[in-house]
């Protein structure tokens, strides 16, 4: 059943594969298994690892997502009572998005008595704090270091973030290549690089190399450095919502890959009884925001 949701969540059997660390052959004939004994097709192949549910995989949703709380409050019953706070931490205003509001109700909904404690992260802690036991789990983007398992929670289009006073600033859209001699906000070392050329789609489909500028650490000092000292940063397109400043400006970007929000935590305590009361709580409430 954790194989399927994670197909429903992932939408595509590459991606859910590789988030079960199988290979999509393995992971295809793991679906297929499960359709064999439910005795029912949940999902129609398409190309490039796409599929459509079927009406037997869409019923099965809520039966798969029931089992893995029932799983939980087994584990509960086994003695193994959860504590009573959990430590969350955001990087920005992700906390405050939709999709994590929603995760934050339906925990509370089912376990009243644990306490969410949300704590605002660096681009360095948001990863660190994880490793070190400072948090529980966290709202980020991908992409993550293999040591995080995740849910996907939301996907949403990246923006480019530039001076009000660049020659670009009146234009709507902006392709990757009009913003080939623009100079980029970088990160501390600490952070990996994996996660920033991401984001800063390093190198770009030319296979030109990304020109970086100064180093910032969080979202404000990332702000601050494109009005101040002009260079450009690429953020998901709610940042429009979540941190409008004068002398800056947001442009739609036509050829970037779109942002993914996830909750995250470290995959050696995935199993503990805290974590997996989490992630039911987190696949439930993606599954109300699809």
């Known amino acids: 059943m954790r194989l399927f949701l994670l197909l429903v969540q992932e939408q595509h059997f590459g991606r859910a594969a590789a988030r079960a660390y199988l290979t999509q052959p393995a992971f295809s004939k793991q679906i297929r298994a ?26 099965l949703v809520p039966c798969a997502e029931a089992a893995l709380e029932a799983r939980a409050r087994m584990g509960a019953l086994r ?3 959860l504590p009573h706070r959990i430590r969350l931490g955001a990087v920005g205003g992700e906390a405050t998005m939709p999709y994590a509001q929603s995760v ?3 925990l509370h909904a089912r376990h009243p008595a644990l306490e969410a404690e949300v704590r605002g992260v660096d681009f360095v802690e948001q990863i660190e704090a994880l490793r070190d036991g400072t948090l529980d789990a966290a709202f980020l983007r991908l992409p993550l270091p293999a040591e995080l398992d995740w849910v996907v929670l939301a996907r949403e289009p990246r923006v480019v973030c ?20 623009h100079t980029v906000a970088d990160v501390p070392p600490q952070v990996p690089r994996a996660w920033w050329d991401h ?10 190399r990304v020109r970086y500028g100064v180093t910032v650490s969080d979202i404000e000092a990332l702000l601050f450095a494109v009005v101040h000292q002009h260079v450009i940063a690429f953020v998901p397109a709610a940042a429009r919502t979540l941190y409008p400043r004068p002398g800056l400006t947001y442009l739609d970007l036509s050829d970037a890959p779109p942002s ?9 305590r995935r199993g503990t009884p805290l974590l997996t009361a989490l992630r039911a709580a987190a696949v439930a409430a993606a599954a109300e925001n699809t």
């Not at 499960?34 to 019923?59: H, I, K, M, P, Y």
């Not at 984001?199 to 030109?208: A, H």
């Open 34 to 59: 499960l359709e064999s004994r439910l005795g029912a097709v949940l999902a129609e192949r398409g190309g490039s690892g796409r599929f459509r549910l079927t009406a037997a995989g869409r019923g």
């Open 79 to 81: 003695g193994q009572d």
């Open 104 to 106: 934050l109700r339906v």
């Open 162 to 181: 530039l001076p009000a006073d660049d020659p670009l600033a009146a234009r709507s859209a902006v392709s990757l290549a009009d913003l080939a001699h």
């Open 199 to 208: 984001w800063t789609v390093n190198p770009r489909p030319d296979g030109t």
């Open 260 to 268: 993914i929000a996830v909750l995250a935590w470290p995959t050696a």
